[in-house]
């Protein structure tokens, strides 16, 4: 097999990944030595071996397959969406509105919403992802019901946040339009046939789209969940699968120190197990690709947070994601970055050519200080800086590296996403945890029920009583 | 004095905080044992006595004193804004965003710049705190110039990013409007006499106003930087300077253990040195408070982040803090604060009363997994979602601790503020830092200087073009 030609390796918008700086040899003695690379190797084979044999289990790996038989569906709906709404709301929380959430300010113009559909010809998006009462409410404050469309998701169909936004808006949908027009505002995202979703769905005749067995929240961008909104926002969503596909095909087929998803995840195990880097900053200089680094919060956190016992001792696992803006951030978080503690790696992610081109023009040439900028672009100066802060944190001696994307476009774009789902998956095989379940979430949950006074949480809530009463003594 | 008569301590709508579960007697053998704490009390009074000593420095805890002579001026501008503007956009970076970004976000509608101009009374308020093109671009794409007031804000007149936006705008503004009526568009927020933005004000006869002397950016909120903005949006300005103020005078005032700032600040303090806890997560349970943590992030981060010499070694400093919101992040962090390592503090910011109501109503009442939620409120929901999430992560043994606020109003708002301003600058003494300067930040900027070609900057050049080439082997 001739991987190159397989691959489209060397297309031209291929991202790149570079880790010159999480290396001893760059930044000194809190850095990864070479010779633990390489003593990694058979580790990280192993590691893909393993998470290639469990493919079968891991249906997020082949939607850019399996969901090109849906495009069809997806686009006549969302040109459905275009022409009959003005606004587009997504009722989902976690895994079902961050990609959404993501993709959109990747792809679509940055004040879409401020654009007006006579210019985008597509309608606002709102993507709700909490029940704070005074953001609902102002939520109905500006959108006018005749005009939206309503896309609730939720696979379960039992998460509380999201039924108790359904409910709301059913009911407003149904005082206004009777039960026949509900279909016209209110688009269904759920498991095939298990859940609460499913009946209602059922009883209104309400368009519905399928997430798909195998496919837990935080994997599932690349199913209905997040390629219906996109579409909606005018995104080439089978772009977006073309990009995928490249990056499983590559890191299926390299060898393990060309596997990008691979070298990240034993850079950041190594960097967690040897070096005490408990904190991992994604810190992208994009605007487009801010809120990437929520979506990846999401991904890295839930997947690795966890516990295991082993020899009669619990094991904790999991580094926390920090999520970092620039140049933005840097006169935020970079005087820590720089000298504070070894306790953190950072990652880059750089954009070589971006969509619009700003010039910084002669104004106060008299001014030295500030003249120097004119002249220049604001392409030059972000990307300048980007570069001034891998240099400043590599010189202080922290682990650094960076992921260059050539362009943002929906194929770069479908590349990083799963250059992260496989990383994590990765690292979740390296640290020998399931990286697929969240067991952790539950008490949550179930309090919430007893709270709420849920049927069958009586215990829950007599427990929560039971609690010892706060100390007086300590609250102030 | 009677103190309490002197702060209005018993105020109803004073913040609480609670730290109960930061001790081991409620949490666990992670936790802070009371024995600690009680040991620590001589350095807490000690750290107080430091920074009410040095109070003629830190002339950001007199801001609501001195601040009061300003505010006819601010609401005088801010008046002609509002007559005057659709658009108001306010170029900055750092603390002169993160403060107007997290004082609209919350006390003006979660839906401002959608509601417009005819139902708020005020202009579209645009922070634009990044120097990304496309994002200019996008900016420029949906405002109208002729209805468009700047505040450029930037207290030493060359920060690079500012100063490049200010020059994109005023070129703009210049070729439209001409020299004369510059002064209609673009109104100056910046050093009283130094830096570069003092002589272009005088040039073009601009509206001036004041960062005064010993305030940096990160404590700057409370200052025209903060109180122009949010005039502008319509914000009680004068009740925020209350809040800050009764804030100051209980932790001037109140006995150690009564301090909530000087408490906050020996928790944290003691969970770095004792209890490996090298991340401090900040959650707010509401929208409103969602960029409260953006901008404690910069003044814990940029405060903490230090590096000393001492007995011949290099010592660092700093907790990373990570912003998240609850309950959106239930969904996407809380299986790793659960279920993961024992290396941060969660603090919860809860709302007591929302300002909004919203039922969810009976619909599906066939479906008793989801009918349960129907008859409570999304305030109901929100605030047992916090209390359930609270015991989960105090049940799992991690320290937390919660900061109540009775509602958010301009009054809690100016508490806050001052509250965690406070508790940064006792926690820099606790730690024997300087938490106002920010030494780490001058390589990155020289960096950019230099790659942008400044004068003065030829031998960082060398410097920069100097460093070893980029290994391929470890380029993917």
């Known amino acids: 097999m001739n991987e190159k030609t397989k691959c489209a390796e060397s297309s031209a918008l291929r991202i790149r990944i570079d880790y010159n700086n999480m290396l001893s040899t760059v930044v000194g003695e809190h850095?990864?030595?070479?010779?633990?690379?390489?003593?990694?190797?058979?580790?990280?084979?192993?590691?893909?071996?393993?998470?290639?044999a469990k493919r079968d289990s891991m249906r997020w790996r082949?939607?850019?397959?399996?969901?090109?038989?849906?495009?069809?569906?997806?686009?006549?709906?969302?040109?459905?969406?275009r022409y009959r709404a003005e606004n587009f709301v997504v009722l989902g929380i976690g895994g079902s509105a961050l990609g959404p959430i993501a993709v959109q300010q990747a792809i679509a113009h940055l004040h879409h919403?401020?654009?007006?559909?006579?210019?985008?010809?597509?309608?606002?998006?709102?993507?709700?992802?909490?029940?704070?009462?005074?953001?609902?409410?102002?939520?109905?404050?500006?959108?006018?019901?005749?005009?939206?469309?309503?896309?609730?998701?939720?696979?379960?169909?039992?998460?509380?946040?999201?039924?108790?936004?359904?409910?709301?808006?059913?009911?407003?949908?149904?005082?206004?339009?009777?039960?026949?027009?509900?279909?016209?505002?209110?688009?269904?995202?759920?498991?095939?046939?298990?859940?609460?979703?499913?009946?209602?769905?059922?009883?209104?005749?309400?368009?519905?789209?399928?997430?798909?067995?195998g496919v837990?929240?935080?994997?599932?961008?690349?199913?209905?969940?997040?390629?219906l909104p996109a579409a909606v926002a005018g995104i080439d969503i089978s772009a977006m699968l073309d990009g995928a596909e490249l990056m499983d095909c590559i890191c299926t087929n390299a060898e393990v120190?060309?596997?990008?998803?691979?070298?990240?995840?034993?850079?950041?195990?190594?960097?967690?197990?040897?070096?005490?880097?408990?904190?991992?900053?994604?810190?992208?200089y994009a605007d487009s690709l801010k809120y990437i680094a929520d979506w990846y919060?999401?991904?890295?956190?839930?997947?690795?947070?966890?516990?295991?016992?082993?020899?009669?001792?619990?094991?904790?696992?999991?580094?926390?994601?920090?999520?970092?803006?620039?140049?933005?951030?840097?006169?935020?978080?970079?005087?820590?970055?720089?000298d504070g503690p070894f306790d953190k790696t950072i990652t880059f992610i750089g954009v070589e050519r971006f969509r619009r081109t700003v010039e910084i023009p002669h104004v106060f040439d008299d001014i030295p200080a500030v003249s120097f900028l004119s002249g220049h672009t604001l392409n030059e100066l972000i990307n300048a800086e980007r570069i001034a802060t891998e240099h400043a944190v590599t010189?202080?001696?922290?682990?650094?590296?960076?992921?260059?994307?050539?362009?943002?476009?929906?194929?770069?774009l479908g590349q990083l996403l799963m250059l992260f789902e496989l990383q994590t998956a990765y690292a979740g095989e390296l640290l020998g945890i399931d990286a697929f379940d969240q067991p952790g979430v539950e008490e949550g949950k179930n309090a919430t029920y007893a709270l709420?006074?849920?049927?069958?949480?009586?215990?829950?809530?007599?427990e929560l009583q039971g609690r010892s009463a706060k100390n007086d003594k300590y609250v102030i």
Chains 1, 2 share one sequence.
């Open 31 to 52: 850095g990864i030595s070479p010779a633990e690379l390489e003593a990694m190797h058979e580790r990280l084979a192993s590691a893909r071996d393993a998470v290639d």
């Open 62 to 81: 082949d939607l850019y397959i399996t969901e090109r038989a849906n495009l069809s569906a997806i686009l006549e709906m969302a040109e459905f969406v």
């Open 113 to 213: 919403n401020d654009l007006g559909k006579a210019v985008t010809g597509c309608p606002r998006i709102f993507v709700e992802d909490n029940i704070d009462p005074e953001r609902m409410a102002a939520l109905l404050d500006v959108i006018d019901l005749d005009k939206t469309v309503f896309n609730v998701i939720t696979k379960s169909g039992s998460t509380s946040e999201t039924m108790a936004q359904l409910l709301i808006a059913t009911k407003l949908l149904l005082d206004r339009f009777g039960e026949k027009d509900l279909r016209e505002h209110l688009i269904v995202t759920t498991d095939k046939e298990k859940g609460n979703l499913v009946g209602i769905a059922k009883k209104y005749d309400l368009h519905t789209f399928v997430v798909p067995d």
């Open 216 to 227: 837990g929240g935080r994997f599932s961008e690349l199913c209905p969940v997040g390629l």
């Open 257 to 284: 120190e060309k596997n990008p998803a691979l070298m990240l995840a034993g850079l950041e195990v190594l960097a967690m197990e040897k070096h005490g880097a408990n904190i991992g900053v994604l810190m992208p």
């Open 297 to 338: 919060a999401q991904l890295w956190a839930e997947s690795l947070g966890k516990k295991k016992l082993e020899g009669g001792r619990m094991l904790r696992f999991g580094q926390t994601p920090v999520k970092s803006l620039g140049v933005t951030d840097q006169h935020s978080q970079v005087q820590l970055y720089t």
């Open 395 to 412: 010189a202080s001696g922290h682990m650094n590296k960076t992921i260059l994307l050539p362009e943002v476009n929906e194929f770069t």
């Open 452 to 462: 709420l006074g849920k049927p069958g949480y009586e215990d829950k809530l007599k």
